[in-house]
Nanobody, 125 residues
Framework: QVQLVESGGGSVQTGGSLRLSCAAS????????MGWFRQAPGKEREFVSV????????YYADSVKGRFTISRDNAKNTVYLQMNSLKPEDTAAYYC??????????????????WGQGTQVTVSS
């Protein structure tokens, strides 16, 4: 069983920055690829970013590329999402997720086995 706890959400103005953290339980964090997803009210969940087990491969949604950076610290069992140049359309609940099947690096949330409870990000204009 893996437990994921997100933190770092909040309210910022357009152009601001936030850093989300996702702390994982257990001793096998380094064997999971980790993803970030988001869901805005009335919209479907969408892929944001994913990082490989060793942190060397990272993929981003086109909508956040160049503004968001995913990283991980396997010694701290934590994955991060640095969000810069935030826009109102980034407003959503953000979720981290763990894929225990290695580096599939999927953009499909259905392929992730464990999810955090989410942290809200609100960007005002």
């Amino acid at each position: 069983q893996v437990q994921l706890v997100e933190s770092g959400g909040g309210s910022v103005q357009t152009g601001g920055s936030l850093r989300l953290s996702c702390a994982a339980s257990g001793r096998t964090f380094s064997t999971y690829s980790m993803g970030w997803f988001r869901q805005a009210p009335g919209k479907e969940r969408e892929f944001v970013s994913v990082i490989s087990r060793n942190g060397l491969i990272r993929y981003y949604a086109d909508s956040v590329k160049g503004r968001f950076t995913i990283s991980r610290d396997n010694a701290k069992n934590t994955v991060y999402l640095q969000m810069n140049s935030l826009k109102p359309e980034d407003t959503a609940a953000y979720y981290c997720a763990a894929d225990v099947h290695g580096d599939r690096l999927s953009r499909d949330g259905n392929e992730y086995e464990y999810w955090g409870q989410g942290t809200q990000v609100t960007v005002s204009s």
